[in-house]
């Protein structure tokens, strides 16, 4: 009882309260001065500008060369020379392996990216064939990479003499989340559910 009586008391009053009308009005002027002491701090001249994507894509180009070359010490000297007795040596070398293909994945992946829309605004006929191409090749070193990628992790979380090895979980996860970002959702979730 007491709680229908609260309710239609409540009630009586919203409505009330409705058919008032909110009507003041402020003459008070808020006027706000900087102090020395809310100033930003004024800006240094020999203070680092942080890099626009744009650059920073420019310099994970200029690896490529360093990339490449890590690539051939790595796949043709220090794997297969290294005995399957150094479990972490080489457990070390394949991870590293590994994250370098899905930097080169991924620099190109973006690569393209930036062409492509540098291609929507185009308007020269040679300048678009250039640009087209240039994509094409960015897509498929794109995918070679992460064929790349995906293959050298693989051998990695597999090879029963790994299981104990430290960052195989890094590098399961690594592999789910290249899948990932490439379209491979299927493998992706297989990788992820390992």
Do not use: W
């Amino acid at each position: 009882m007491r709680t229908i009586l609260a309710t239609a008391v409540f009630g009586l009053l919203a409505s009330r309260a409705d058919a008032q009308k909110f009507t003041h009005t402020s003459d008070v002027k808020v006027t706000s001065k900087l102090t020395e002491r809310s100033k930003p701090p004024p800006r240094q001249a020999d203070a680092p500008i942080a890099p626009t994507s744009s650059q920073l894509l420019q310099i994970k180009g200029l690896l490529g060369t360093i990339h490449s070359e890590q690539i051939a010490i790595l796949k043709d000297d220090l794997i297969p020379n290294t005995s399957d007795s150094a479990v972490d040596e080489k457990a070390d070398y394949l991870f590293r392996l590994g994250e370098i293909y899905a930097k080169l994945h991924q620099l190109h992946r973006l690569k393209g990216t930036e062409e492509e829309i540098a291609l929507g605004s185009e308007k020269a006929p040679n300048k678009r064939a250039s640009l087209q191409k240039s994509i094409a090749d960015h897509k498929a070193r794109a995918k070679q990479a992460l064929l790349d990628t995906v293959g050298t992790y693989q051998k990695f979380v597999d090879n029963p003499i790994f299981v104990a090895a430290p960052k195989v979980d890094t590098a399961l996860f690594y592999m789910a989340f290249t899948l990932q970002s490439a379209g491979y959702l299927k493998e992706a979730r297989a990788a992820f559910d390992k």
